[in-house]
C-alpha cells in the first residue's frame, strides 16, 4: 500500500503515467511508467556528449565516420551479450537480454502474447534516445543486435506518444 501511495503521489506531480495492462485471467494490472518530466532526474549529458563526439568524428573523417564506428560498438557489444546469454530455448534468452537491457537503463521487459504466440521485449526507456534521433543507423544497428544474440529474426517498433517512449522488439 505505501508503494501505491508513493506512485499516485509521482502521478499526480507529472512524474508517471499510468494504464491498465490486461492479463490472461483475472483482473487487468496496473502498470506505471516514467513520464518526460521524469527525464530530470536522469543524467542526459553523456547522451548529448557522445552526440557531440560522433558529429565532430563525422567532422573529421567523412559522413560515413561516426556509422562505422557505432557498427564497430553494436557489434562488440553482441559478441559481450551472446557470451553471457546462454539460454536454451528463446524464452530463456529473450528474459536474460530483457534483464541485461534492463540493467543498461532500458526499462526491459519479456512478455508472451498469448494472441499472436510470439515472445516480445519491451522497453520504456531508452538511454541513448538523442543518439537514436540524430544517427537513425541506431534503431537498425539495434534490430540487428537483437537478430544476432536471439538467432531469430526480429522486429523493432518504436512508439512516441506525449514525451513517452515505447520500443517493442517482436521474435519473428
Known sequence: MGVKQHCIALEREGYLDTWRRPKGMGRPEKAYRLTQTAQEFFPSEYSNFTTEILDSVQEVYGPSAADKILFNIYRNETD???????GLN???????????????????????DRESGRHEIVEYNSPILLCLDRFPILRDLEK??????????????EERVSGLYKCLFKAL
Open 144 to 157: 540487428q543486435l537483437f537478430e544476432n544474440v536471439l538467432g531469430v529474426s526480429v522486429s523493432r517498433n
Open 90 to 112: 528463446l524464452e530463456e534468452k529473450m528474459r536474460q537480454l530483457a534483464a541485461l537491457r534492463d540493467e543498461r537503463g532500458y526499462m526491459s521487459e519479456y512478455y508472451f
Open 80 to 86: 559481450k551479450l551472446k557470451a553471457k546469454i546462454n
